[in-house]
């Protein structure tokens, strides 16, 4: 993974962080961070690709 597709980590975070606690306080198991931020990515609440990554697209 370049340098350019990091970007993202010092904004998505805190909403992955906040879903895994959500989900933990609710009695689910095996649901951290990165869990969350897959599952955050994958409904189209976070594009971590910046535009300097070749995943970038715009839209």
Same mark, same amino acid.
């Given at each position: 993974?370049?340098?350019?597709?990091?970007?993202? /980590?010092?904004?998505? &975070?805190?909403?992955?962080?906040?879903?895994?606690?959500?989900? *933990? %306080?609710?009695?689910?198991?095996?649901? =951290?961070?990165?869990? /969350?931020?897959?599952? &955050?990515?994958?409904?189209?609440?976070?594009?971590?690709?910046? *535009? %300097?990554?070749?995943?970038?697209?715009? =839209?």
């Amino acid at each position: 993974m370049g340098k350019a597709c990091l970007g993202w /980590a010092h904004r998505c &975070l805190h909403k992955s962080d906040a879903v895994s606690k959500d989900l *933990k %306080g609710r009695g689910m198991k095996f649901v =951290g961070t990165t869990v /969350a931020y897959a599952y &955050l990515q994958a409904v189209g609440v976070i594009y971590s690709h910046d *535009k %300097g990554c070749f995943l970038y697209r715009e =839209g």
